[in-house]
C-alpha cells in the first residue's frame, strides 16, 4: 500500500516539473529542487508503515453483500478494523449491523466480497483451500453463542479438548497422545473447569461448557479466538464467570481475543469495544487505569468516532439530530480541533429552521 502512495507522490511530482518547464533558468532550477523533493517526498512515503502493518487483525474497506431471493443486503459497508496482538476487545452494535458477518469472515468461515483482510498474515480472500484448512484448524479458535454447537456429547470434555489437536495431526506415537492429553487437563484446569475432565456435555452447565468450549478453542495454541455472544445464553453470574476464562486465555497464553457481545458487563470489562454500525465501525471506547493524586486508581472511559482511511466519519444519530443536521454541514480547522457546524444559511440546523 505504501506502494500506492509513491505513485501518487511521482504523479504529482510530475506535474510540478512540468508546470515549471517554461524554458528560463530560474524554472529549471525550480525543477531540480522540486525533483529532489520529490524524491524525498517519496522516500518518506516508502517508510510510512502501510495500513495495519503491525496489526494481527487487518479490515480494509471490507465489504460482505448477501443476495437472497434477488435482493441485495450489504452487510458490511467498507469495514476498516485493525486489531493488535494480545489485545482482548469486544464489538458491539446493533441486530443486524453486521457483527456475525465480520466474525465468520475473520474465522475463515466466509469469504467477503470485496476489501482486504488478513489475520496473522493470512490473506483471507486469497487463500487456497489447504491454507483456509491451516488457518481454521491453527490460528483461528471460535467459540459460539449456542452451547451446544461447540461440544460434541458424546465425548468428555477433554476428548473435545484433544479432537482438534488430533485433527492438526501432530504425531500419532503415544507420546505425543500423552501431550496432547497433558495439555488438555492443564487447558481445562486454566479455565476452572479441571473438574469436568471426564464429564460429557450433557453433564455440564451451560457456563461450565462455554468455559470448556474456550479450552476447545485454545488447544491448537491459536493467535486469535473469536466469540460471537459466548455469554448471549447465561444468566450475568455465569456470563461474567465465563468472561473471565477469556481473560485468562488472553493474560496466561498472550492470546488475542475478540469478543461479540450484547452483555455489558463484558463490553464494560475490556479495554477498547468498537462499535458496528451498518456494517462499518461507527466509534469506539478505550478504557485507561488513572492514578490520582490520593493514589487512588480508577478507570477512565472515552469515546472515539472511528475515521476511516477516506476521512469518512460518522457522527452519532443523537447529535445530528439535537442540530438538526441532515445533508451537510461546514467545516472549520482550528489550530487543534474542527469544528463541524450546521449549515444555517441553507435553513438546515436547529437555529433557523422556519418550517
Ligand atoms: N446468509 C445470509 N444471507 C442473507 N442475508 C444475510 C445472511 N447472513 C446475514 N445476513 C444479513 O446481513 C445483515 C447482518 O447480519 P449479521 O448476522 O452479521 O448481524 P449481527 O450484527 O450479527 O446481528 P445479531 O446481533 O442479531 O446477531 C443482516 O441484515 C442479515 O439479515
Ligand atoms: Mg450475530
Redesign the pocket.
Known amino acids: 500500500m505504501s506502494g500506492e502512495g509513491g505513485e501518487d507522490a511521482v504523479r504529482q511530482g510530475t506535474d510540478e516539473v512540468t508546470g515549471g518547464g517554461s524554458g528560463d533558468a530560474g524554472a529549471r532550477g525550480g525543477a531540480v529542487r522540486s525533483l529532489a523533493e520529490l524524491e524525498r517526498q517519496v522516500a518518506e512515503r516508502r517508510q510510512r508503515p502501510a495500513y495495519g502493518e503491525d496489526a494481527l487483525i487487518s479490515c480494509d474497506r471490507l465489504v460482505r453483500i448477501f443476495t437472497a431471493d434477488g435482493v441485495e443486503v450489504q452487510a458490511l459497508q467498507g469495514l476498516d478494523l485493525l486489531v493488535n496482538k494480545g489485545e482482548l476487545m469486544a464489538l458491539v452494535g446493533a ?2 449491523s453486521g ?3 465480520l ?1 465468520n469472515i475473520l474465522a475463515g468461515l466466509d469469504v467477503p466480497t470485496a476489501g482486504a483482510a488478513s489475520v496473522g498474515g493470512y490473506d483471507l480472500l486469497s487463500m487456497d483451500a489447504a491454507s483456509r484448512l491451516r488457518y481454521r484448524r491453527e490460528v483461528v479458535g471460535f467459540v459460539w ?1 449456542q452451547t451446544a454447537r461447540n461440544l460434541l456429547p458424546y465425548l468428555t470434555a477433554a476428548q473435545n479438548v484433544v479432537l482438534p489437536m488430533q485433527l492438526a495431526g501432530r504425531g500419532g506415537s503415544f507420546r505425543a497422545k500423552r501431550q496432547r492429553a497433558a495439555r488438555a487437563t492443564e487447558l481445562l484446569d486454566m479455565l476452572g473447569v479441571g473438574y469436568c475432565h471426564d464429564r460429557h456435555p450433557g453433564q455440564m452447565s451451560g457456563g461450565e461448557q462455554q468455559r470448556a468450549a474456550i479450552a476447545v478453542a485454545l488447544a491448537n495454541n491459536p493467535s486469535v479466538v473469536l466469540a ?2 459466548p455469554t448471549g445464553e447465561l444468566d450475568s453470574a455465569t456470563g461474567e464467570q465465563v468472561f473471565a476464562s477469556f481473560r485468562t486465555a488472553n493474560e496466561e497464553l498472550g492470546t488475542t481475543v475478540v469478543v ?1 457481545t450484547h452483555d455489558h458487563a463484558v463490553a464494560d470489562a475490556v479495554r477498547r469495544t468498537v462499535a458496528i454500525r451498518d456494517g462499518r465501525t461507527a466509534s469506539e471506547v478505550v478504557r485507561h487505569t488513572e492514578v490520582d493524586e490520593h493514589g487512588q486508581e480508577s478507570v477512565v472511559a472515552r469515546e472515539y468516532a472511528t475515521v476511516d482511511r477516506a476521512g469518512r466519519l460518522q457522527l452519532p444519530r443523537d447529535y445530528t439530530d439535537t442540530l438538526e443536521i441532515r445533508s451537510r454541514v461546514l467545516l472549520e480547522l482550528e489550530t487543534d480541533h474542527i469544528g463541524v457546524w450546521p449549515d444555517r444559511r441553507s435553513g438546515e440546523g436547529k437555529a433557523e429552521r422556519q418550517d
Request: glycine share 10%; charged share 30%.
Open positions: 441486530s443486524g457483527k456475525s458477518t466474525l453463542q460471537d455472544e461479540v
